[in-house]
Each structure stands twice: as structure tokens, then as C-alpha cells.
């Protein structure tokens, strides 16, 4: 069974602070992983995935996350919070022939203006 | 193009009545996902269609809980009879079905549903 791990409930940063979340995720064979945001009052929206390759990756609003195999993580970056980032933060994954997301419980981001 | 919709977006209902929920995905995706948030917990898949057909119903909670896809379009989620612990967001998302790749789940904004 597949589970994700999400150390952080609620991060609070000011302006211009560097983000790190943390994602933890239990399962043993190929998996993809996501980051998915929602902001207030819309959508879950992606924010970035894996498949392959390169294990460091580029999503939208200047995030990346860093796939670590060996540590099972993939942990979400950016190094200068907006205002605007502030939302709920969701780590998930899929793994082998599954294609439903296994969750994490969530990262709520506050940034103080 | 328009998103994956919801309807309704609140429901409040007494413990013991039925409620429907409806997700209508975007056009011309054959998968439909519907997923819950309890409060305070994690989404959790309940399950996931292609087409008309059921592919996975491994997450659904128990028996009251009915999906249904008629046509392949919109598809409903119907709670008989709601219990408490029922309470929660209900997410629908859709893709493209593209052979075996993984394709994007689009999200809906959610069914907020409060069973007092």
C-alpha cells in the first residue's frame, strides 16, 4: 500500500522567506509524484509532477521539488515566498499500475505580508 | 474550455436523510475520480471510472455509498443514509485516458457536505 507523509501542518513565513516542505512517501517500486496547491476558494490545481529523469523539477510560480530516491522524499522548494503563495500544500504520489493519488494530509502556507 | 464541476457546492443534511452529489468532468475525459477530505485528514480516493464502467471501488467507505456514470458523462455520488462521520469535501477530478500513461487529474472545487 502506498502512503505520503507530510511533516509540516502549518507553515508561517514572512515575505521573501525560502519555503521548504517537507513529502515523505512509503512505497517500494516506481512511483510518480505531484505537488498539487489550492488557493483560497479555487481548485486543487498541479503544481508540479515527476515521472523520470531529471530528479529536480520546475512547476509554475517558480517552485521546483527534488525527487531523492534513497530517502524516499520529494520535498517542495522555493526560495522567495509571495503573499500570493499563500494556500494548502498537497504531496501525492502514484505508484506502479495504480491511477488513483494517495495523498498527503496537507501543508497549509501562511505568508505575512 | 470548462473545468470539472461541482454541484451543490454545501450541503447540509440530518443524520439518516440522502444526498446526491453530482460531478460533471470536463468534456472528453473518459476517467472520473471521486475523492474525500475529512476534516483535518488526508484525500482519500473512493473510486474511479472509466467511461460508464466502475475500474476501482476499493476506497468507497461502505454500502451507502453509491456511484453511478450513466452514458459515460456526469456522474453521481449518492449517500443512503448519511451518518456522521459522512461529513467532509468530496472531490471529483477527470483526465484524458491515454493508453497507460498517467494523465493530469483535473479538480473540481469540492462538495462541502455537513451531516448534523
Known amino acids: 500500500a502506498q502512503s505520503v507523509s507530510q511533516h509540516n501542518h502549518h507553515v508561517i513565513l514572512s515575505e521573501a522567506a525560502s519555503l521548504e516542505l517537507g513529502c515523505n512517501y512509503s512505497?517500494?517500486?516506481?512511483?510518480?509524484l505531484f505537488w498539487y496547491v489550492q488557493y483560497p476558494g479555487q481548485h486543487l490545481q498541479l503544481l508540479l509532477k515527476?515521472?523520470?529523469?531529471?530528479?529536480l523539477v520546475k512547476g509554475i510560480k517558480g517552485f521546483e521539488a527534488e525527487f531523492i530516491k534513497s530517502k524516499f522524499s520529494f520535498n517542495l522548494r522555493k526560495p522567495s515566498v509571495q503573499w500570493s503563495d499563500t494556500a494548502e500544500y498537497f504531496c501525492?504520489?502514484?505508484?506502479?499500475?495504480?491511477?488513483?493519488?494517495?495523498f498527503g494530509s496537507g501543508t497549509q502556507l501562511t505568508v505575512l505580508p | 474550455e470548462a473545468g470539472v464541476t461541482q454541484f451543490p457546492s454545501h450541503s447540509v443534511i440530518e443524520k439518516g436523510q440522502t444526498v446526491t452529489l453530482r460531478c460533471d468532468p470536463i468534456?472528453?475525459?473518459?476517467?472520473l475520480y471521486w475523492y474525500r477530505r475529512v476534516m483535518g485528514k488526508e484525500i482519500k480516493f473512493l473510486l474511479h471510472?472509466?467511461?460508464?464502467?466502475?475500474?476501482?471501488e476499493s476506497g468507497m467507505p461502505n454500502n451507502r455509498f453509491l456511484a453511478e456514470r450513466t452514458g459515460g458523462t456526469y456522474s453521481t455520488l449518492k449517500v443512503q443514509p448519511a451518518e456522521l462521520e459522512d461529513s467532509g469535501v468530496y472531490f471529483c477530478?477527470?483526465?484524458?485516458?491515454?493508453?497507460?500513461?498517467?494523465?493530469?487529474?483535473?479538480f473540481g472545487p469540492g462538495t462541502r457536505l455537513t451531516v448534523l
Open positions: 477530478a477527470s483526465s484524458q485516458r491515454k493508453g497507460l500513461v498517467y494523465n493530469e487529474q483535473f
Open positions: 512505497y517500494g517500486g516506481t512511483v510518480n
Open positions: 515527476y515521472f523520470s529523469g531529471d530528479p
Open positions: 501525492a504520489v502514484i505508484g506502479g499500475s495504480a491511477r488513483q493519488l494517495t
Open positions: 468534456s472528453g475525459h473518459d476517467n
Open positions: 471510472f472509466v467511461k460508464e464502467s466502475k475500474q476501482d
